[in-house]
């Protein structure tokens, strides 16, 4: 997770508390989805950015996780994420960010 975003999530945070916030991620592979999972929750691991030694214990979903498939309308999100959904390991990524979510979120739903 770039410097930028980072900052871009803990501003929002601070507006509108992070009880209020969701993060939806959609990267490729379960280890870079799980380290941006483990930024917005525990804080960035790498120690470089804006949320390094930042906790904001978010919730966290990878946009193919089954909880996020079944809000999504069925056409829309096959349109949208369908070849993604065909082509990544979708098991992987699942798992990791469930598991950093399961460790470090601080707001269950």
Do not use: W
Not at 48 to 59: D, E, H, I, M
Not at 72 to 101: H, K, P, T, Y
């Amino acid at each position: 997770m770039d410097l930028e975003i980072q900052q871009r999530v803990k501003d929002l945070t601070e507006k509108y508390g992070a009880e209020n916030i969701v993060i939806l991620l959609g990267g490729s592979e379960a280890e870079t989805a799980g380290l941006s999972a483990e930024t917005v929750t525990a804080g960035d691991p790498t120690y470089a950015g804006p949320l390094a030694g930042v906790s904001l214990g978010l919730r966290v979903y990878h946009v193919l996780e089954e909880e996020i498939k079944n809000e999504c309308d069925a056409a829309v999100f096959d349109e949208q994420c369908g070849m993604m959904e065909m082509v990544l390991d979708v098991e992987a990524i699942s798992n990791e960010v469930r598991s950093i979510r399961e460790q470090f979120t601080q707001f269950k739903d």
